[in-house]
Structures are given as C-alpha cells and as structure tokens.
C-alpha cells in the first residue's frame, strides 16, 4: 500500500535560516506527491505537486521539493525562513485508488 | 472563483440533534471530498463523489451521510452523533477523481457535539 512518513514532528528554525521538512514514501509504481500546509484554524493549501515531469518542483511562497527515487524521498526545503512559514505542513501520495493519503504532518516554528 | 466555500464554520449539536454541513464550489470540478480532521492529526477521508456518484465510502458510520445534489454542491448530514465525533470537517474538489493537479480545500466546519 502507498503510505508517506514524515521524519519530526516538529521542526523549529530562526527566521532567516534554511527550512527542510522530511518526507519519505512507500509506493511499488511511480508516485504522485503533494505538499500542503495548514495554517491554524484553516484548510489546507497546496504548496507544490510532484507529477513525473520534473524531479524538482518549484511552488508557492518561495517552497520548492526535489524528488528522489533511490532514497524514496520527497522533502520540501526553503532557503530562508520568514515568520508567516509558521504552519503545519502535510506530505501526501494519490494512490492507485485515486485516495490522496496524508502523512502524519510536521509543525514549522520560526524563532524571530 | 478559484475557492470551496464551506457552511457553517462553526457548529455545536447535541447527540439527538440532525444536522447539514454545506460545501459549495464553482470551479467546474467534478470530484468532491469529505475529510474529517482532529487536532494535530493529518486529515482522514470519509467520502469521494465523482460526477455526482459516491465511489468511496470509508466504513464511515451511518450516522454520518453525504449527499451530492449537483456538481457544485455537496453536504454531510448528521444524525445521533457522539461526542468523539467532535472534529474540523473538511471539504475538498479537484478537476476530476483521477487527476493528479491536486485539491482545493474548503476553511472547514468546526463541529463540537455536546
């Protein structure tokens, strides 16, 4: 079964400072891998999408994530922290069942 | 218009009381989703509508029954439910069930049963 796992459930970092949020996947065909974030009390927002056209994709806000096969990895960076990245932040795969599964998601702090 | 707009934001209930959660989008989608989220938990599907027919049921309870009455709109009807029900029900769409350009989430309804 397609499943994702997201490595630290919480990740502080200094504004100013590299973000990366780890995700990694289980899929036997090739994935289809989505970035999203929550900000408190709201819905989720597509951040990014990785559909087999590129293996780094670029999203909003400044985010970008490469996708790596041999490390089944998916993991979301941005170069330079700002306060409003303060969110939780969920990786997921469509499954061959056309079901979009979550991770179980990882909450950014940006220290001023 | 590029949004889901769910109805109401807010909802408290008791165990006996019937209630509709409203989910409404003009965006031409014809997939529509209910997810049911608890706090610092990702959110679970409950539902999938495609071209207005349900084709995923998550073994979720028949207290809980989703309606799709057109391609635009989308409703949870609640009934008898129980206080560990209480959650952030949120709705999705995407273009279609089996695309892959991603979903685009509704602010949610806040539901506290009493």
């Known amino acids: 079964a397609q499943s994702v796992t997201q490595l630290g459930s919480h990740v502080s970092v200094s504004e100013g400072a590299l973000v990366l949020l780890r995700c990694n996947y289980s899929?036997?065909?090739?994935?289809?891998l989505f970035w999203y974030v929550q900000y408190p009390n709201q819905g989720l927002q597509l951040l990014l999408k990785?559909?087999?056209?590129?293996?780094l994709v670029k999203g909003i806000n400044g985010f970008e994530a490469e996708f790596k096969k041999s490390e089944t990895s998916f993991h979301l960076t941005k170069p330079s922290a700002h306060m409003s990245d303060a969110a939780e932040y969920f990786c997921?795969?469509?499954?061959?069942?056309?079901?979009?599964?979550f991770g179980p998601g990882t909450s950014l702090s940006v220290i001023p | 218009d590029t949004e889901v707009t769910q109805t109401p934001k807010h909802l408290v209930m008791g165990m006996t009381n019937k209630k509709s959660l409203k989910c409404e989008q003009h965006?031409?989608?014809?997939?529509m989703y209910w997810y049911k989220q608890k706090a610092k938990k990702p959110p679970e599907l409950m539902f999938v509508?495609?071209?207005?027919?349900?084709?995923i049921n998550e073994s979720v309870p028949s207290r809980f029954s989703p309606e799709c009455p057109n391609s635009s709109l989308l409703n949870l009807h609640l009934h008898a439910l129980q206080p560990e029900d209480s959650a952030l029900y949120l709705c999705?769409?995407?273009?279609?069930?089996?695309?892959?350009?991603?979903?685009?989430f509704g602010s949610g309804t806040r539901l506290t049963v009493v």
């Open positions: 965006m031409g989608h014809r997939a």
């Open positions: 899929s036997s065909v090739p994935p289809y």
């Open positions: 990785y559909t087999s056209a590129a293996t």
């Open positions: 999705a769409s995407s273009v279609t069930g089996s695309d892959y350009y991603g979903y685009t």
């Open positions: 997921a795969v469509k499954t061959s069942y056309d079901k979009v599964i």
């Open positions: 509508y495609s071209y207005e027919k349900l084709s």
